[in-house]
């Protein structure tokens, strides 16, 4: 935080705007919530960061409870080891000398595990690590119905392992993630199509301690999933972070009962009609991506349209904002708004009380 930053103790009424705000009571309200309900379940807490990208908010995470963080970039862990994180899964498979060499370096300084589909993988995480002395930690990514990256198949994922191993690396774990059923409802659907998913990667590493390899590390969840995951038997930690934050989507679409942290405040620039009204965030602050932005604190009033600087809201009678005034909204997906933002204005009692910097804003290799 910056001592001299001109934001510190002023009002929400008073921000410039667009400015990205974050509840901190709300934030670690929600980190003692899900680390609670995990604990409870005997079940570690490793949060992804790629929706804050800020060593402040792990930090505060890793207080709560949490083991360490998941990452979704090389260059999102550098800069959570930099800023003191000392257990980090990159959720990714690197698929160049380059990403494998920096993950090497980061050894020295914390545990780094990474996730793999592919004996190519083996052969470029053994050689950087032994360029440096070290030995990188690898998970086995397992394609659980994402139909995105993993191995397909128990056996894929047993002869991968065999290969680590054979290979003198260093197998750490399987790892899966069930994100295209977080929407899925009603909850008895969505808790069978889940248990049969994560059921996949326990299978896989139950597969794996058949051949006498040691699973320590099985891993899933995401913030839409995180309570029926952590009850499913075989599971060793989950990756839910988002919940942290909160937004639309988790709350109306993947029916997460968390507190909203996140929030944009937008000014009042014109008024062109008595129903209609024109903010100062457009799409460059505040996305419509997964979901539409959520008007806080007027009942009735909808985005209409967004637009590159500009956001048009259709106004019910009687709702009439003048020139100037803020307005607070609730991300439609934070994911996609906190990227575009350099810093969180930390709130208590609808104060600025912190800044508190995206430091791996930007940071995609």
Not at 42 to 63: I, N, T
Not at 139 to 156: C, K, P, Q, Y
Request: glycine share 10%.
């Amino acid at each position: 935080m910056s001592a001299g930053h001109p934001s510190l103790g002023m009002k929400v009424s008073e921000l410039p705007t667009p400015s990205l705000l974050l509840d901190l009571d709300a934030f670690d309200s929600n980190c003692a919530a899900i680390s609670g309900h995990l604990g409870a379940h005997g079940v570690a807490w490793r949060p992804h960061v790629k929706g804050h990208k800020s060593p402040r908010l792990a930090q505060r995470m890793v207080e709560a409870g949490a083991i360490g963080v998941t990452c979704a970039k090389v260059g999102e862990a550098e800069v959570m080891v930099a800023g003191g994180i000392t257990e980090i899964l990159v959720a990714n498979q690197p698929g160049t000398r380059d990403a494998w060499a920096r993950l090497a370096r980061l050894q020295s300084a914390a545990w780094v595990g990474v996730a793999i589909d592919n004996v190519e993988h083996v052969r470029l995480a053994v050689a950087a690590g032994a360029e440096r002395g070290v030995m990188i930690p690898l998970l086995v990514e397992v394609d659980i119905g994402m139909d995105r990256a993993g191995v397909r198949s128990a056996l894929d994922a047993v002869a991968l392992a065999e290969e680590i191993v054979a290979a003198g690396g260093q197998f750490a774990g399987v790892m899966g993630y069930e994100g295209h059923l977080l929407t899925v409802w009603p909850e008895a659907e969505k808790e069978t199509v889940i248990r049969e998913a994560v059921g996949r990667l326990v299978s896989a590493a139950d597969a794996i301690r058949a051949v006498s390899i040691p699973v320590p590390i099985v891993s899933c969840g995401g913030t839409g999933s995180y309570l029926i995951s952590s009850r499913i038997e075989g599971v060793t930690e989950l990756q839910a972070g988002g919940g942290c934050l909160m937004d639309r989507f988790y709350r109306e679409v993947c029916h997460v009962d968390l507190e909203h942290a996140l929030f944009l405040v937008a000014s009042v620039n014109s008024r062109p009609s008595s129903s209609q009204a024109i903010l100062d965030a457009g799409w460059k602050a505040l996305p419509d991506k997964v979901a539409v932005p959520l008007c806080r604190d007027l009942p009735g009033v909808e985005v209409s349209q967004l637009y590159a600087e500009h956001m048009r809201l259709d106004l019910p009678p009687g709702v009439d904002p003048g020139i100037g005034e803020r307005i607070v909204f609730i991300p439609g997906y934070s994911d996609a708004t906190t990227v575009l933002h350099n810093e969180f204005l930390g709130l208590r009692d609808d104060t600025v009380v912190a800044v508190i910097p995206l430091v791996a804003r930007g940071d995609l290799q």
